[in-house]
């Protein structure tokens, strides 16, 4: 995979999302990071999840270059109970991403 002159991916990395319950969920939110204090895109909504997410390389600050990004979704209930996946990575080379 390729990145473009703006610094995202020629082929977006597609994020596969199943969830336990999902008409319990009334907010998500899928977070990036570069590691595990800097932020760099967070998805959010209401409702269950879809079941695919689609990242093109965008930052929310910055631009994108070759590193280890993690990502972790969290979801929330009426009651404001939090569950959350496991810390996941997602490689970014010169050329593009490779998810492990």
């Known amino acids: 995979m ?3 002159r703006e610094g995202r991916f020629a082929e977006p990395v597609t994020f596969t999302i199943s969830c336990n319950y999902p008409q319990f ?3 998500w939110t899928l977070v990036v990071a570069q590691d595990e204090h800097w932020l760099v895109k ?3 909504g209401t409702g269950p999840p879809p079941t695919t997410l689609t990242w093109h390389g965008e930052l ?4 994108l270059e ?3 990004y993690l990502y972790r979704l969290f979801v929330w209930d009426q009651k ?3 569950d959350f996946t496991p810390l996941q990575s997602v490689e970014v080379r010169n050329g593009g991403a490779v998810t492990p």
């Open 25 to 27: 969920i009334t907010q």
């Open 66 to 68: 070759p590193s280890l």
């Open 60 to 63: 929310d600050t910055g631009t």
């Open 80 to 82: 404001q109970h939090e």
């Open 2 to 4: 390729q990145l473009t």
């Open 42 to 44: 967070v998805f959010t």
